[in-house]
Structure formats: C-alpha cells, structure tokens
C-alpha cells in the first residue's frame, strides 16, 4: 500500500472510530463465545448499533446462521466481510464521457452538499476537466453565497441568479453557459428543502426534464449526499430522492469520529445504490472514491488495531 493509500486509510479508520466501537469492538467481545443464536443475536444488535439497519442487518445474521464452517468469531468475520462486500455492491466510477456532462447534487440542507461540490469540482478539475457550478439552491441566499466562496476557493466559474428565481431557469442558462463557454461537466446545486417534500420533489423533476431536453444524450450523474451523523433517516431521505429522480450514487459525507457510516450499507444494499465517494475532511482533496475493500476493513477492524 502507497503513502496515498496509508494515509487515505488512516483517515477512514479515524472517520468510522465510532462504528467500530459498536461493530469491530462487538466482535472483540464475542470472543471465545460459541458460534450459536445468542452469538448471532449479539452480532445483530452490534449490525444496528452501527446504523447498518434493521433490514440489512437481520439479513447478515440470516446469510451467517446458514454459512458452513462457522465456528470460531475469526471465521465469522471473514464471512462477514464478504457478506458487506456483497451489499455495498463493486467501486462504481462517475459516468462523464463523453462530455459534456451533468452532475446533480442531491440532499437535504445541512448534509454537506455545499462542500462536496467543491471538492468535486476541484478533483475533476485534477483530471484536466474543465468545470462550471450552478447555484440551482435559489431559495437559501446562504447556500448561494456559500457556494460563490467556494467556487472562487477552487478556480471555477459559477452561474448564479437572484435568491428566489426559478431553479430551473437558473439550470437552463448554466446549460448554455457550459455549451458557449466549452466547459466539459457543469455540476449543480439543488435545493435540500422546500415546504413539504412534495414541492421539493417537483423541483427536482423539473430541473432534471430541462437538463434532458438540452443534453438528451449526455451522461448525467444524480448524487445523493449523506451526512454520515444522520443514521437510519439517510436511509428514508434516499429513498425520497431516488423515487422522485432516480439517484445514480450516493456520497458519504462529514466522515469523522463522531460519525458512524454504517448507513451506506443501507442505502446501497435496500436501493441497489452505488456509494461514489467519502468526505473524510474539509480540504478541497478530502473526497476520495469509495473503496469498499478499504470502507469494510476499516469498518470491522479492531478498535485497538
């Protein structure tokens, strides 16, 4: 393993400190105890601890009870391992070629939408992309502001309207921008809440329907971030949004210590969801593909390891 990928490592193992403490933590304990119903009943309760949820969870044990072989909670772990290697489902990369190409950014307010923009449009702009924002969010001032900083931070343009116009319009003349100004993936900021989830869902049609009347052909990317803190209602906001516009990923953003993680296990085992990419700090190059052969070994390594 490079530096890069140590140092990556690291930081994920530091950023899901809090779910090992209930899962890689619950395994320690189940040490030495019989591979029987109150092992798998402990294991269960440790899955759900850990924000994997009630769903998935129940289905682990039920894959572990008729797995062959199982008699030591080392055994265990390397068929758990597969088992969430499964669920999560192979490293899915952003489709972007042939450009131009649409990336919309999908979540609530407060889950970190904002900053994934950027640190997406800085690393795709590391790839010799070229890059164009759109402040599609017209209904929150602040996240129009937010994003203008941002969009400065990194060196990329940003088409903005007034607080308060139409989203869709705002996507319509960034759609032209990145056709004149021979930009390769315009990536777009959307509303997280309107007031019910009905006009927010509505909005996030509309918005999708201009860009397939401009760009039929494009490849259009639409990524559902998730606060890594909100447990199991990560899991009901991606189900909103992938009923209203058909969700192509998720990211896991806000991974830090406090945060748990297990949700992506939800999202992309119920959704059949690939997970993209995790946050993992504030710098514009803490975004980072999501590996799964990495996300699960940090998940169930030992809190001491």
Partial sequence: MGDEARTWFQRLR???????????AGLEALAGRAVDDTFLAALEEALIRADVGVSAAAQVTGRLRQEPGLRTPAAVRAALRRILLEMLGPAVPLRLDPAPAVVLILGVNGSGKTTTIAKLAHRLQGE????????????RAAGIDQLAIWARRVGVDLVRHQPGGDPGAVVFDGLAAMRARGMYVLIVDTAGRLHTKVNLMEELKKIDRVIARALPNAPVERLLVLDASTGQNGL????????????????????????????VVAVAHELKIPITFVGVGERPDDLVPFDPDAFVDALLAAPSA
Avoid at 128 to 139: K, N, P, Q, S, Y
Avoid at 238 to 250: D, E, P, Q, S
């Fill in 14 to 24: 530091e950023g899901l400190a809090r779910t090992r403490e209930h899962l890689g």
């Fill in 236 to 263: 009901a906001q991606a189900r909103h949004f992938h009923g209203a516009v058909g969700l192509t990923g998720a990211v896991l953003a806000k991974l830090d210590g406090t945060a748990k993680g297990g949700i």
């Fill in 128 to 139: 010799g992309r070229r890059i164009l924002l759109v402040a599609a969010d017209t209904f």
